[in-house]
């Protein structure tokens, strides 16, 4: 069970500003890339700035870009351990895959709102996880869209094993519901950052989680 800071900014200065005012609280981060194509929305997207940033954390990429396998290479480099791409924008999955592992990197596939869970049943067991965008790609600070907590108890239930992450719309309240059916990592931006307590955010997330698993 993970709780994972959104990073969603328009600039690198502010990536870093952001990954260090949740540093101290969790294991990973998640980098919020769009590139104004895939989504209208546009952040801070140049690979090559990871070249220095200093953290402690597990740098999770989440690619909201068109033809992902043009840009895959650029983002496997440190501090990244994990990539995820969606799966409505990608050509050729087992090709990001081939490259994600050659490069000992983890992979994941996402899926936006109105996908069908189903398409995704073809790479269970070929990914590291399953991402599940409970808002549209874009902005945080989005109404969840309801619909995801099916696709929770579908996946979990075609596959227990598959490693679940909900993205988007996380409070605690969500949190709960998405643990009982079966999701084990949570990422959260507005929650988070629009917070006056940053700890305090992150630990009633965390307590949400574990108290309905254990549940």
Not at 23 to 34: A, G, H, K, M, R
Not at 50 to 59: A, D, F, H, I, R
């Amino acid at each position: 069970m993970e709780i994972i800071p959104a990073i969603n900014a328009p600039t690198f200065e502010e990536v870093k500003d952001k990954i260090k005012k949740v540093e101290p609280y969790v294991n990973w981060c998640q980098l919020d890339i769009t590139d104004g194509v895939f989504t209208k929305h546009l952040t801070w997207h140049d690979p090559r700035d990871l070249s220095s940033l200093e953290t402690k954390l597990n740098v999770e990429v989440h690619l909201m870009i068109v033809n992902p396998e043009k840009a895959i290479d650029q983002w496997l480099v440190k501090p990244v351990k994990r990539v995820i791409v969606h799966l409505e924008a990608a050509s050729d999955p087992y090709f990001i895959i081939e490259r994600c592992r050659a490069a000992g990197v983890e992979v994941g596939l996402a899926i936006s709102p109105e996908t069908f869970w189903g398409k995704l049943e073809p790479w269970f067991g070929k990914v590291d996880l399953i991402q599940l965008l409970a808002v549209y790609p874009g902005p945080s600070g989005q109404q969840i869209q309801d619909e995801v907590f099916d696709k929770v108890i579908h996946i979990h239930k075609s596959c227990p094993e598959c490693i679940i992450e909900m993205d988007g719309g996380i409070t605690p309240k969500t949190v709960k519901k998405a643990a009982e059916y079966g999701a084990e990592l949570f990422v959260a931006g507005s929650f988070i950052f629009k917070s006056p307590d940053i700890k305090k955010a992150i630990e009633e997330l965390k307590n949400a989680a574990f108290k309905r698993r254990q549940n």
